[in-house]
């Protein structure tokens, strides 16, 4: 029984369900590559190599992004983590922050201290300290 000549791959045919399941559940591919075990580059280099398991994991990733629109909840988390600029996301992010600043305190500045200067301290009526000898 003679077997092929090469290297295995590192992800066998019988795992590419779980790699597209991960991908659509909106895992990034180095997340993804972490829960499989591979390098990132592996998921990259296949998905070259394979057209077939390529154009799937990019539809997989496309299907995972609109699952994510269609939940979208404007935020300011969202515009600030997601750097998401839809106008709703950016109104939110507006009125939280105004929020913030109408709880502020003003801070009062401290008591400005006296200045003084040699000249100052030399035109005081104090007497001289006494010699201790």
Known sequence: MSQGRGRRPKIEQNRYPELLTLLRSGLSMPATAAHLGVARATLYNLAERDQEIGD????????????????HEP?????????????????????????????????????????????????????????SA
């Open 75 to 131: 935020s300011e988390s969202c515009y600030v983590n997601n750097r998401c600029r839809a106008p709703e996301c950016t109104t939110a992010a507006t009125e939280a922050r105004a929020r913030r600043r109408a709880r502020l305190q003003p801070v009062e500045a401290p008591p400005a201290l006296a200045r003084t200067n040699v000249y100052a301290l030399l035109a005081d009526d104090t007497p001289p300290l006494a010699d």
């Open 56 to 71: 799937a994991m990019q539809r997989a990733r496309a299907q995972a992004h609109r699952d994510k629109q269609a939940r």
